[in-house]
């Protein structure tokens, strides 16, 4: 960046546009919340993306003690959403799995999410989705990819 480069501009639209998106992530979210808590969905997303997790392993990343998660999963396993598993390769260990009903909970969100962003992008012209894709792109890339556990923060 040169000194006579303000970025300040570009600073304040992209926090305005991450509001924006903010604001249709919670929209994509609200219906699983009336079946789910938010810890709930934090865990349904974690286990789509990496499959089943040992309790442990699963309460590490998400950063709290087994005990207290162990909680969060009585209530995926009561309310249908996941299942205990044995580990077969240590039976002292337990496992646990999405279930089908689980995983579609998380898709419909992801899809939801996809429609609301894409409503959005249709009331934009041509040319400008254009530009924004090339945006999008190179801050992606100068951002780097979150890792999991950052976007496990907000349910992502």
């Known amino acids: 960046m040169s000194k006579g480069d303000d970025i300040r ?20 979210m609200l219906p699983a919340l ?17 499959g089943p997790l040992r309790m442990g392993a699963l309460a590490e990343r998400l950063g709290v003690t087994v005990s207290t998660f162990s909680r969060t999963a009585d209530r995926l396993v009561a ?8 580990n077969p390769d240590n039976r002292r260990e337990v496992i646990l799995a999405p279930t089908e ?14 429609q609301l962003i894409e409503d959005v992008l249709g ?6 989705r254009g530009r924004l894709v ?5 801050f992606t890339d100068a951002a780097g990819e979150p890792s ?3 976007l496990l923060i907000l349910g992502l």
């Open 148 to 150: 999991v556990a950052e």
């Open 79 to 86: 309310g249908g959403w996941a299942v205990r598993e044995d």
């Open 101 to 114: 009903k689980g995983l579609g909970l998380v898709t419909s969100v992801t899809d939801h999410r996809r």
């Open 9 to 28: 501009p570009a600073a304040d639209a992209t926090v305005t546009a991450s509001r924006a998106l903010l604001g249709i992530i919670a929209r994509s």
């Open 123 to 128: 009331r934009m012209a041509p040319a400008e």
């Open 34 to 50: 009336e079946d789910v808590s938010l810890p709930q969905f934090r865990v349904l997303v974690l286990l789509s993306a990496a």
């Open 134 to 138: 090339d945006s999008l792109r190179a």
